[in-house]
Nanobody
């Protein structure tokens, strides 16, 4: 059974760097299984839809949402089967529930669609406030 669990601070001040870690169990993040080979960060601001942030794939390559690319970094620790999101220079507009998930599959197109991901973490609330 594949399981994902997010961890990180729930409250962060503006201009700081948000760091969240996703711990994966049940499958290695270095596995390519019928193109289920990427691990994403997705967020949902209050009252809005899902917003894909970026992914790291089974080779360690990364791909980011263009509007967030300058502030985003996703890395991994294969020894711990974890991947980590860093979002720099946060503002209150970064307040959201943050999820990690396996996907997207297939690649290409709109990555905000829920059906492109098969396993999700439970989500963690992140609030940016002074």
């Amino acid at each position: 059974q594949v399981q994902l669990q997010e961890s990180g601070p729930g409250l962060i001040k503006p201009s700081q760097t948000l760091s969240l870690t996703c711990t994966v169990s049940g499958v290695s993040i270095t596995t390519n299984f019928y193109s289920w080979n990427s691990w994403s960060w997705i967020r949902q601001p209050p009252g809005k839809g899902l917003e894909w942030i970026g992914y790291i794939d089974w080779t360690g390559s990364t791909y980011y949402r263009s509007s967030l690319q300058s502030r985003t970094s996703i890395t991994r620790d294969t020894s711990k089967n974890q991947f980590t999101l860093q979002l720099n220079s946060v503002t209150p507009e970064d307040t959201a529930v943050y999820y990690c998930a396996r996907g997207p599959r297939p690649k290409g197109g709109d990555y905000d669609r829920r059906e492109l991901y098969d396993y999700w973490g439970q989500g963690t609330q992140v609030t940016v406030s002074s």
